[in-house]
């Protein structure tokens, strides 16, 4: 898919948005809200920018739980080709011999994003989970 005009050219040079909140449930407001408008600003319909924000809650919400609120959430948002990356990395996970979908309503994601990747973060680097999702962008 070829995305074309005066806005994709401006977003095709590249961007790069990063939010660190506290691993806690009041930071999911803004993190929704954030990625929302960056799925709005990609010219995302309202279904599609409510699947980005469900899905991204979803998986912050599951990092939460999993770091039992000890720890931050990095929210990073950019292209992958015509696809909106979300990339949701926990740090301070309490168990690292958990796996990376432990607790992860995965069907639910799966069927709102075109991929879905887990990973698990080792030490020395913090331990963790880091979760990337890409959403289809039309073409304006």
Same mark, same amino acid.
């Given at each position: ?12 040079? =590249?961007?790069? !948005? /990063?939010?660190? @909140?506290?691993?806690?449930? &009041? ?6 809200? $954030?990625? #929302? ?30 770091v ?12 992958? =080709?015509?696809? !909106? /990356?979300?990339? @949701?990395?926990?740090?301070? &996970? ?6 990376? $979908?432990? #607790? ?6 799966a ?30």
């Amino acid at each position: 898919m070829s995305l074309t005009g005066p806005r994709w050219q401006a977003i095709e040079q =590249g961007f790069d !948005l /990063r939010l660190g @909140v506290p691993a806690d449930a &009041a930071a999911l407001s803004v993190v929704r809200h $954030a990625v #929302g408008g960056v799925a709005v600003a990609l010219g995302m319909g309202p279904a599609d920018v409510a699947d980005v924000r469900l899905a991204v809650t979803e998986v912050c919400s599951t990092a939460i739980r999993r770091v039992d609120g000890n720890g931050t959430l990095e929210v990073a948002c950019g292209l992958d =080709g015509a696809a !909106l /990356r979300v990339t @949701v990395r926990d740090e301070g &996970a309490r168990g690292a011999q958990e796996s990376p $979908a432990e #607790g992860l309503p995965l069907p639910l994601v799966a069927a709102l994003t075109e991929t879905i990747e887990l990973r698990r973060l080792k030490a020395p680097h913090a331990a963790g989970t880091e979760v990337t999702m890409t959403f289809a962008l039309e073409a304006a």
